[in-house]
């Protein structure tokens, strides 16, 4: 059911019982159900927030998220970085914010991505950590596709660290790694230097970075941070000039 405001005219949604009663109050911009809960949305001026209340109106999730989607047994919850956490049907938190996706694989398992590896969750807790390169069902079984495992010995052949990702090359004390058709920079500690998401990335002498992101290229400098955005069709460096 929905009533405009007094002042600002705008049509809020609530729920009515069957008697007629007021169960949810008139105060949501939209009220979708998910389950035995329900994701609502807060307009003010031109952000609009996300939260999770019960049937009666209780509020489990504080309106203040950027996002709510639904992903088969779980709800996927984004904060302002545009990071998701796992909460189950009924509004209890399973994950920190730490996912770059999530995904409904089934009506009983959806799929996270962290740092480009893919783990799985069931409705109550995770089964299988990031740590995998894909995850598939096939006529309700689970078929889960592993990395390359990659070690960097010491000088007596013992295994000092070790890293699984498609392909992997060292650069100094850094690494450039690749994974899901993306390649990024990582220490030696696999925390990424760079943008997830971009798909080639060259390392060039002078210590600049050349980098292509949605078919576009762009420049990181010695830090990492970017100097030109991805948004030309070619970029090449050639001593102190840049063509693009």
């Given at each position: 059911?929905?009533?405009?405001g007094?002042?600002?005219?705008?049509?809020?949604l609530?729920?009515?019982?069957?008697?007629?009663?007021?169960?949810?109050?008139?105060?949501?911009?939209?009220?979708?159900?998910?389950g035995?809960i329900?994701?609502?949305?807060i307009?003010n001026?031109?952000?609009?927030?996300?939260g999770?209340?019960?049937?009666?109106?209780?509020?489990?999730?504080?309106?203040?998220?950027?996002?709510?989607?639904?992903?088969?047994?779980?709800?996927?919850?984004?904060?302002?970085?545009?990071?998701?956490?796992?909460?189950?049907?009924?509004?209890?938190?399973?994950?920190?914010?730490?996912y770059?996706q999530?995904k409904?694989?089934?009506?009983?398992?959806?799929?996270v991505?962290?740092?480009n590896?893919?783990?799985?969750?069931?409705?109550?807790?995770?089964?299988l950590?990031t740590?995998?390169?894909e995850?598939?069902?096939k006529?309700?079984?689970?078929?889960?596709?592993a990395?390359?495992?990659?070690?960097?010995?010491?000088l007596t052949?013992?295994?000092?660290?070790?890293?699984?990702?498609e392909?992997?090359?060292?650069?100094g004390?850094q690494y450039?790694?690749k994974?899901?058709?993306?390649?990024?920079?990582?220490?030696?500690?696999?925390?990424?230097?760079?943008?997830?998401?971009?798909?080639?990335?060259?390392i060039?002498?002078?210590?600049?970075?050349?980098?292509?992101?949605?078919?576009?290229?762009?420049?990181l400098?010695k830090?990492?941070s970017?100097?030109i955005?991805?948004?030309?069709?070619?970029?090449?460096?050639?001593?102190?000039?840049?063509?693009?």
């Amino acid at each position: 059911a929905a009533k405009k405001g007094k002042v600002s005219r705008v049509a809020y949604l609530g729920l009515v019982n069957s008697s007629g009663k007021t169960a949810v109050p008139f105060r949501y911009t939209s009220i979708s159900p998910a389950g035995n809960i329900a994701i609502v949305t807060i307009k003010n001026s031109s952000r609009i927030s996300y939260g999770l209340i019960t049937q009666s109106g209780e509020i489990v999730v504080p309106i203040n998220y950027s996002d709510i989607k639904p992903h088969g047994p779980v709800l996927g919850v984004a904060n302002a970085k545009g990071k998701w956490s796992v909460y189950s049907s009924t509004g209890v938190q399973l994950s920190e914010f730490i996912y770059e996706q999530i995904k409904e694989l089934s009506s009983q398992y959806a799929l996270v991505k962290e740092n480009n590896a893919v783990g799985l969750y069931n409705a109550t807790s995770l089964l299988l950590p990031t740590e995998n390169k894909e995850i598939t069902l096939k006529a309700g079984e689970l078929y889960v596709s592993a990395f390359n495992q990659w070690n960097v010995l010491s000088l007596t052949n013992k295994i000092k660290r070790s890293y699984s990702y498609e392909s992997m090359q060292p650069y100094g004390k850094q690494y450039l790694v690749k994974s899901g058709g993306n390649e990024w920079l990582i220490d030696e500690s696999k925390a990424p230097l760079t943008d997830l998401n971009i798909q080639k990335l060259f390392i060039h002498p002078n210590g600049l970075i050349t980098f292509q992101k949605n078919r576009k290229w762009g420049l990181l400098d010695k830090n990492y941070s970017q100097v030109i955005a991805p948004k030309y069709d070619s970029l090449v460096l050639n001593d102190e000039l840049i063509f693009c």
